[in-house]
């Protein structure tokens, strides 16, 4: 297939940015974050150095870093433009926040006496 093949369906563009040595550099990056999270799930929390109250955000955290290298790289929203980029990012942490928010409301509702 030659590049003009790629170009005319649209991958040509994507697929030229992701070399195989940052496919690999992502990976460890992926891998590095992964090594982080079990090193505190397995050692920090058993051994009360941090308490769960404090991994847990910290795990939030990784993991989002995580969704954003996998999203970036993998589905090569980085390549992409920021327009596109804006109209799948804003209405996700629209939904997010709205969750977050009727999570918050109903503990309200169960508090109520009727």
């Known amino acids: 297939m030659s590049s003009a093949d ?3 369906h649209g991958h040509g563009e994507e697929h030229a940015s992701m070399t195989r040595g940052k496919i690999w550099q992502v990976f460890f990056i992926l891998l590095g974050i992964t090594v ?3 090193f505190i799930a397995l050692y920090l929390v058993p051994k009360d150095i941090i308490g769960i109250n404090i991994a847990n955000p910290i795990y939030i955290i990784l993991t989002l870093a995580k969704a954003f290298y996998i999203v970036a790289f993998f589905m090569h929203l980085k ?3 920021v327009g596109l980029i804006y109209s ?3 209405p ?3 939904i997010i926040g709205l969750i ?5 409301e109903s503990h309200h509702w169960l508090d109520l006496k009727f």
């Open 36 to 38: 982080i999270e079990f």
């Open 100 to 104: 977050l928010v009727l999570t918050n």
């Open 88 to 90: 799948l990012v804003v």
């Open 92 to 94: 996700i942490l629209f």
């Open 6 to 8: 790629h170009t005319e």
């Open 79 to 81: 390549f992409e433009k």
